[in-house]
């Protein structure tokens, strides 16, 4: 009796440790290591091109915001003229 991988549904002969698409048959799951690995380092592209990002677009309006609050309060202090 050939065992089916639940992952890709190839069917793998019985004495397969691990089918062609890395699936362990002996821990019913992929191995860890592989699974891990290409994860955590997907995430942490994606999480360094969501900071580039914010980082892009969040120093303009940062920047902005701060220009705008000082020459507000600079004027509105200093000069009384609101
Ligand atoms: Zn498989």
Known sequence: MSQVCPYCKLAN??????????YDFVFHK???AV???TKSARSRLVER???IT????GLPIVGY?????FVY???????NCF
């Open 73 to 79: 309060v600079e004027c509105y202090v200093f000069h």
């Open 65 to 69: 915001l701060a220009i705008v609050i």
């Open 35 to 37: 699974t891990c690995t």
């Open 54 to 57: 914010l980082l892009i677009i």
């Open 30 to 32: 992929f191995p860890p």
């Open 49 to 51: 091109w969501l900071l």
């Open 13 to 22: 002969p019985p004495d397969a440790l691990q089918c062609d698409c890395g």
